[in-house]
């Protein structure tokens, strides 16, 4: 735990419930990025030359 980030007014408790609440902000912030890369590596995708000249067939 951050210590410089603790307020020393807060009880155990809610310091408690707020670095968890961070703890959970990070692990959704990871779980996001991993989304957005495995989005972009799909649409990164070649079609064949003869496929979606005028519409993106991969949509």
Do not use: C, E, W, Y
């Given at each position: 735990?951050?210590?410089?980030?603790?307020?020393?007014?807060?009880?155990?408790?809610?310091?408690?419930?707020?670095?968890?609440?961070?703890?959970?902000?990070?692990?959704?912030?990871?779980?996001?990025?991993?989304?957005?890369?495995?989005?972009?590596?799909?649409?990164?995708?070649?079609?064949?030359?003869?496929?979606?000249?005028n519409?993106?067939?991969t949509?």
């Amino acid at each position: 735990m951050d210590t410089t980030a603790v307020n020393s007014g807060g009880s155990v408790l809610d310091q408690t419930a707020i670095f968890a609440m961070k703890k959970q902000r990070d692990a959704a912030a990871q779980t996001i990025g991993s989304l957005l890369t495995a989005t972009t590596d799909q649409m990164n995708r070649n079609n064949p030359a003869h496929l979606g000249q005028n519409i993106d067939t991969t949509a």
